[in-house]
């Protein structure tokens, strides 16, 4: 898991600096979001073409597969023919529809591990304070492991720990000033985003982050479904999302820090409203009709290397006075 320890390190600048400037950690999300999907619209880029060149093909793979239907080898090999021939990778676009994952992973782990992966306080002052926390009678830290960060964080906001000599010790003032300010900031809209709708159970309000995440989910999948819909059913990869993300998404947002899911949320919206407006510009009718653009172009292309030489009547075997031959450039 270093990786993703590290991946939420780096991920942890970008949310404390847009934090450092809004002091909400919510608005610091939605922020760092739009950050992240103009990072990404490149590769989003690529796999709409992805997509949209695949499911034009629908048609020829149909009779590739009902010719070779008794000869599964012979299928494949014509199948990567017409994709050579097409230049479309049809998976293209599995890729790309991985590194939101690793994105995601990168936010949870800046958000379980605030102190040290958002705020960049180094470890060994964030295990002492944790180890001195455990000592105070009433304080005792009897949460999982992966949130003490989160709990000590807590502190800050609703004691008067910050004041006591030993925190001043293992922390400086300037340290014990961000830590207090960056605890006050995850009240978005009048949510908690430390909070875990887990611990709160299914009949509390804090359960519509699962169930946004879901439907975010699948709002966003069914879209793409809908503008990409051959394609959509002929990768395997990008079948699986439209049924597992969603529900792997619920589950997520049930089971850690509400700020992830809320993360969640917000990316699915923007890639939803993302999915709209590139289906609108490389729908696979855009992508067949440029592709036909290109063929006729290498036509002209070939039909310009030809030229056509006047041969007088009597040279020829023609039977018109002013017939022509055409000739190819040497």
């Known amino acids: 898991?270093?990786?993703?320890?590290?991946?939420?390190?780096?991920?942890?600048?970008?949310?404390?600096?847009?934090?450092?400037?809004?002091?909400?950690?919510g608005l610091s999300i939605i922020v760092f979001s739009l950050i992240v999907k103009i990072l990404m619209f490149p590769f989003s880029l690529k796999q709409q073409k992805s997509m949209a060149s695949t499911s034009r093909l629908s048609k020829k793979q149909k009779e590739i597969q009902e010719k070779y239907k008794n000869n599964r080898q012979k299928a494949q090999e014509e199948m990567a023919k017409l994709y050579e021939k097409e230049g479309v990778k049809p998976t293209g676009g599995c890729l790309t529809m991985l590194v939101p994952m690793l994105v995601l992973f990168g936010v949870f782990y800046a958000v379980a591990y605030p102190i040290t992966n958002t705020l960049h306080i180094d470890n060994t002052s964030v295990n002492n304070a944790l180890a001195y926390v455990n000592t105070i009678p009433g304080y005792a830290m009897d949460v999982n492991p992966t949130y003490?960060?989160?709990?000590?964080?807590?502190?800050?906001?609703?004691?008067?720990?910050?004041?006591?000599?030993?925190?001043?010790?293992?922390?400086?003032?300037?340290?014990?000033?961000?830590?207090?300010?960056?605890?006050?900031?995850?009240?978005?809209?009048?949510?908690?985003?430390?909070?875990?709708?887990?611990?709160?159970?299914?009949?509390?309000?804090?359960?519509?982050?699962?169930?946004?995440?879901?439907?975010?989910?699948?709002?966003s999948q069914l879209i793409m479904t809908r503008i990409n819909k051959n394609q959509?059913?002929?990768?395997?990869?990008?079948?699986?999302?439209?049924?597992?993300?969603?529900?792997?998404?619920?589950?997520?947002?049930?089971?850690?820090?509400?700020?992830?899911?809320?993360?969640?949320i917000i990316s699915s919206v923007i890639s939803l409203i993302q999915s709209?407006?590139?289906?609108?510009?490389?729908?696979?009718?855009?992508?067949?009709?440029?592709?036909?653009?290109?063929?006729?172009?290498?036509?002209?292309q070939e039909e310009a290397k030809v030229e056509y030489v006047y041969v007088p009547h009597g040279l020829t075997s023609g039977n018109n006075e002013n017939s022509k031959q055409k000739k190819k450039k040497k």
């Open 1 to 25: 898991m270093q990786i993703f320890g590290f991946l939420g390190s780096l991920l942890g600048y970008v949310l404390w600096g847009a934090f450092y400037i809004l002091k909400d950690f």
């Open 148 to 219: 003490q960060q989160i709990s000590l964080l807590k502190m800050f906001s609703q004691s008067d720990i910050a004041s006591t000599a030993a925190i001043q010790n293992i922390f400086t003032a300037e340290q014990i000033n961000t830590i207090t300010m960056f605890s006050n900031g995850f009240n978005t809209f009048g949510i908690n985003l430390f909070a875990i709708p887990q611990e709160y159970g299914f009949f509390h309000p804090m359960i519509l982050f699962p169930v946004l995440c879901f439907a975010s989910n699948v709002g």
């Open 232 to 264: 959509m059913q002929q990768q395997g990869c990008m079948k699986a999302m439209i049924y597992i993300l969603p529900l792997f998404s619920a589950y997520i947002a049930y089971v850690v820090p509400a700020a992830v899911a809320f993360y969640w």
């Open 276 to 300: 709209i407006i590139l289906g609108k510009l490389f729908s696979p009718a855009q992508m067949a009709a440029k592709a036909e653009a290109r063929h006729a172009a290498l036509l002209f």
